[in-house]
């Protein structure tokens, strides 16, 4: 069965740092991209961050660039989310995102193929 598990979330202040984690298991995911999405209350999902197979290149919303930094471990079947400069209005579930194709697939496609169940981030100012 192919799954994704995030970790990471929890409650944290504004200005504050928080690392989220992906796990996959259940097949190889060379060739495929993965990402980040979040869902705020009442508003609709959206993208946050996409990594190619191999790292590079990387893709962000403009609302996190320079403060959100996504990478990959390969071997670990992982993908991690580093979120620093917290902001009330990144308070989200961030859900994880996986699909064959490139960083534009996820991005601007908003292809997805599997979805990870999310994680609350909840930044209290």
């Known amino acids: 069965q192919v799954q994704l598990v995030e970790s990471g979330g929890g409650l944290v202040q504004a200005g504050g740092s928080l690392r989220l984690s992906c796990a996959a298991s259940?097949?190889?995911?060379?060739?495929?991209?993965m990402g980040w999405f979040r869902q705020a209350p009442g508003k609709e999902r959206d993208f946050v961050a996409a990594?190619?197979?191999?790292?590079?290149?990387?893709y962000y919303a403009d609302s996190v660039k320079g403060r959100f930094t996504i990478s990959r471990d390969n071997a670990k079947n992982t993908v991690y989310l580093e979120m620093n400069s917290l902001k009330p209005e990144d308070t989200a579930v961030y859900y994880c995102?996986?699909?064959?194709?490139?960083?534009?697939?996820?991005?601007?496609?908003?292809?997805?193929?599997?979805w990870g169940q999310g994680t609350l981030v909840t930044v209290s100012s």
């Open positions: 259940g097949r190889t995911f060379i060739n495929y991209v």
């Open positions: 995102a996986t699909t064959p194709g490139t960083v534009y697939t996820i991005a601007r496609d908003r292809f997805v193929e599997i």
């Open positions: 990594i190619s197979w191999n790292g590079n290149p990387t």
